[in-house]
């Protein structure tokens, strides 16, 4: 196995705040893969992919794939863009993670490490991803209540907009939730309401993902957290990655009930938590109500993925 994938990219997606930074650093973790954070983020540096991104969750498919193929192959053959980011730099902070950025580039090329793209937003284009460029897929979920209760938490609302106006990801994809959408913009403030619209929205098209690409990786938060030595060992067995006694360290590290048992909202990316801990916090997080309200909204596309978990 390992011979027939050592030189695929490696593409982790997921909804947002569903561990995708965490299941990408530990797969990075073996120095077998150059970890690539988020090319098609709206806020991406142009070091990494030298074109802009005009909508959250941007789907690439083969009728529009003109605009990002040659960019992404770019990013893809590890060729950092210093000009464009040196153009682009308004911070120290900015100066740093370029150093950051590029060193990973680099050391990528040199040590022909395979390409791994930590994006949540590629979820929906993520068939294109394997089937144009030949990327192995790994698809986080996570409980809709711990992902509604994680939202909540840092006050982070969602404007659908940006799934409305790509008329390729509505006629493929989200077509039926439009009336949906279209209401949840005339009530901005409701975080609750629209976390759980997106999240179900997402993972039915994963579930039908799962029957047309059963070859993608797809993982629930919980059983990595519960376990994360031996759910992380089988990812690598399956992507043709060697688990090392170094990256074994590693993700024991990331989730040891030494760590924070919740990730601090000054350092909302930052992977190191109590793993054991984290799995419940939803559960003082979110009222009641409020639980029962996302068990409504996403009971039809959670059961997919969630027949053994509850909502208490």
């Keep these: 196995m390992k011979g027939e994938t050592e030189r695929r990219p490696i593409l982790v997606a997921g909804a947002h705040r569903t561990g995708t930074t965490w299941v990408g650093k530990m797969l990075a973790a073996s120095g077998e893969a150059a970890y690539i954070s988020e090319p098609l983020n709206v806020w991406h540096r142009p070091g990494v992919l030298r074109i802009p991104i005009e909508h959250w969750y941007t789907y690439i498919c083969p009728q529009n794939e003109a605009r990002f193929l040659a960019a992404l192959g770019e990013t893809l053959r590890l060729h950092y863009h210093p000009w464009a980011e040196l153009k682009s730099l308004r911070s120290r902070k900015d100066a740093l993670r370029m150093g950051r950025d590029w060193s990973i580039f680099w050391k990528g090329w040199l040590l022909r490490q395979r390409p791994l793209f930590k994006d949540p937003f590629a979820i929906f284009s993520a068939p294109w991803f394997a089937d144009r460029l030949g990327f192995q897929v790994v698809i986080t979920v996570r409980h809709p209540a711990a992902f509604v209760s994680s939202l909540k938490r840092l006050n982070w ?8 106006n790509q008329p390729l990801l509505m006629q493929d994809w989200l077509e039926p939730f439009r009336d949906e959408m279209e209401t949840m913009l005339q009530t901005p403030n409701d975080l609750i309401g629209q976390a759980g619209l997106l999240w179900r929205m997402v993972y039915q098209v994963v579930g039908s993902l ?7 990786q797809i993982v629930r938060h919980e059983d990595l957290s519960t376990d994360p030595i031996k759910g992380f060992a089988a990812l690598y067995d399956c992507l043709g990655l060697e688990f090392t006694p170094q990256a074994g360290q590693v993700v024991l590290k990331s989730s040891s009930s030494e760590n924070p048992q919740e990730i601090s909202k000054k350092a909302v990316h930052n992977y190191r938590v109590d793993s054991q801990a984290n799995l419940n916090n939803w559960k003082r997080r979110l009222s009641p109500q409020e639980i029962a309200r996302i068990r409504a909204l996403t009971e039809e596309a959670a059961d997919q993925f969630y027949p053994d978990l509850g909502w208490e």
């Design 210 to 216: 799962r029957t047309r690409y059963p070859q993608f």
């Design 157 to 164: 609302s969602f404007e659908f907009a940006d799934l409305l």
